[in-house]
């Protein structure tokens, strides 16, 4: 019989779940929870958004955005801003706080995986880099690729 975790597929599918677990309940000292650090992330990486283009970018419902937005807004993290194609919309932006709040959270992580890999050589932590990359531009919709080959072009 056949198990769902047999063949490299299977067993590839299996450690992805392993390693999202380890990855999602893996304990920061972050000033923020999970999901005010991946709203801070996209606003840094794609600049001012509108506030429903940023929840179809992260699979959220525009009220469910819009709670967390009011929340990091609140604390400085996010400002508003008029959307200069549309006068009678708003973008969000990351401000100062929330880049410092991110910064923490990113310093935060990278200490984490230092500790996970500390009995990794350089060369096998190269290798995972590497293969990653390759994956995740494999898993990543054509479209996005294109767009982030355009975005990392324009600001070289």
Sequence with gaps: ?????????????AALFRLMHSVK?????????????II???????????????????????STM???????????YVAREGDPTDGRAVRLT?????R???ATASTNRQAW???SLADWSEDERAQLTA?????ADALTPAHSRTDRTERQESTA
């Design 1 to 13: 019989m056949m198990h769902a975790t047999d063949g490299p597929t299977g067993q590839l599918a």
């Design 25 to 37: 309940s893996a304990k920061h000292d972050d000033p923020v929870d999970r999901s005010a650090i």
């Design 40 to 62: 801070l992330a996209r606003l840094q990486e794609h600049g001012a958004l509108r506030l429903s283009d940023l929840a179809g970018d992260l699979c959220l419902d525009v």
């Design 66 to 76: 819009s709670r967390h937005a009011r929340a990091l807004e609140d604390r400085g």
């Design 94 to 98: 990351i401000s100062e706080p929330g």
């Design 100 to 102: 410092a709040v991110l």
């Design 113 to 115: 995986l230092e500790t």
């Design 131 to 135: 293969m990653l990359v390759r994956f």
